[in-house]
């Protein structure tokens, strides 16, 4: 069931943490990834799990409680409430697994969670790539041997000019445009420079700031993405 909420200012935390009997270690600190998206990646155990700003409870600790009873953490985007209280609702692991993807949104008040599967397919598309925009068409990336979450790609981008957004690419789950997705955080960001990415959300392109011949390395799982211009 997806539960949502109306944005929120979001505010300022200086740090998250995943705490209880599900988590490993039974505390793990969550990676902010853009204002008001923190992210953890790794694996969980079958129990409870709570959101909280310090690893250790405190006067001043607040946690993220889910609005529903018995809220799954893997979900579609379930609504929280923060409160000061160690014994509120807590999300629930039904299943262990080593390869959990959960983002906690600071603005909208959501929780996000999932169990990841490797793609079959990883595509590079898009007007700098020599078959453009086509699908069909896109320049497929070859996975790793050992880890199937991770992808590589070695090949020229350059700006095409006489085609919509002639410099922007970016990576498809299959040779066509829907529906599964890789994008930037930001509109028209040099892979040279920002090694995140997320899964799916608004159609958000790399620009290059350079021709040339490109390596690049997209870890499915942890969401990241390293590019080198090799000439």
């Known amino acids: 069931m997806l539960l949502g909420c109306l944005t929120l200012p979001a505010q300022e935390y200086k740090e998250l943490w995943l705490v209880g009997t599900a988590v490993p270690g039974g505390a793990q600190r969550l990676q902010k990834v853009s204002d008001g998206d923190w992210k953890y990646a790794g694996s969980l155990q079958v129990g409870e799990l709570r959101v909280a700003t310090t690893r250790k409870a405190g006067k001043l600790t607040q946690y993220f409680a889910p609005v ?5 953490v893997v979900n579609r985007g379930l609504a929280w409430k923060q409160t000061a209280d160690a014994a509120s609702p807590a999300w629930q692991v039904v299943v262990a697994d080593g390869h959990y993807r959960l983002h906690v949104y600071t603005s909208q008040q959501q929780l996000r969670g ?3 599967q490797p793609w079959g397919e990883l595509f590079v598309g ?5 078959s453009g925009w086509k699908e069909g068409k896109m320049q497929l990336m070859q996975r790793d041997i050992d880890n199937p979450y991770l992808w590589t790609w070695e090949g020229e981008l350059k700006r095409h000019e006489g085609i ?6 970016k990576f498809q789950g299959q040779d066509r445009w829907y529906p599964k997705a890789l994008h930037p955080y930001a509109q028209d960001t040099d892979i040279l ?9 608004p159609d958000t ?3 290059l700031s350079a021709d040339g011949i490109y390596r690049i390395t997209i870890d499915q799982f942890n969401e990241t993405v390293k590019a080198e211009l090799v000439k």
């Open 164 to 169: 919509e957004e002639p410099a922007s690419f």
């Open 126 to 130: 898009g007007g700098a790539t020599a």
């Open 114 to 116: 999932e169990i990841v």
């Open 68 to 72: 529903l009873p018995d809220a799954d």
């Open 193 to 201: 420079k920002d090694t995140r990415l997320r899964t799916g959300g």
């Open 205 to 207: 392109k790399w620009t």
